[in-house]
């Protein structure tokens, strides 16, 4: 069993900032690609920002210069730094992450949750 859990949402007005974290726990033997998606009401899912076990990132043209994508693989964790918010920001984020089950050594992409981030104007 494996279990992301996203925190960090909430309400923010334009301009301000939120830092989601995301926790991977359970039995994991690897991670490789993780990333944060959105979902805006009315909206399919989109991927904001995305790394990988390298380091590599990459982000979507509407938020490069502004979020910022860190992980910390010691201990499975994914955060999204978000300046400078829009009221056009305002979605459900989903953590996900790529990964190896150490029960079978399958590989398997797994969700949190999702967590509100709504910013005001």
């Known amino acids: 069993q494996v279990q992301l859990v996203e925190s960090g949402g909430g309400l923010v007005q334009a301009g301000g900032s939120v830092r989601l974290s995301c926790v991977a726990s359970?039995?994991?033997?690897?991670?490789?690609?993780m990333g944060w998606y959105r979902r805006a009401p009315g909206r399919q899912r989109n991927v904001v920002a995305s790394?990988?076990?390298?380091?590599?990132?990459n982000y979507a043209d509407s938020v490069k210069g502004r979020f910022t994508i860190s992980r910390d693989n010691a201990n499975n964790t994914l955060h999204l730094q978000m300046n400078s918010l829009k009221p056009e920001d305002t979605a459900v984020y989903y953590c996900?992450?790529?990964?190896?089950?150490?029960?079978?050594?399958?590989?398997?992409?797994?969700w949190g949750q999702g967590t509100q981030v709504t910013v005001s104007s």
């Open positions: 790394i990988r076990d390298d380091g590599s990132v």
């Open positions: 359970g039995k994991i033997a690897s991670i490789n690609f």
């Open positions: 996900r992450a790529d990964l190896q089950s150490s029960e079978d050594g399958i590989w398997y992409a797994s």
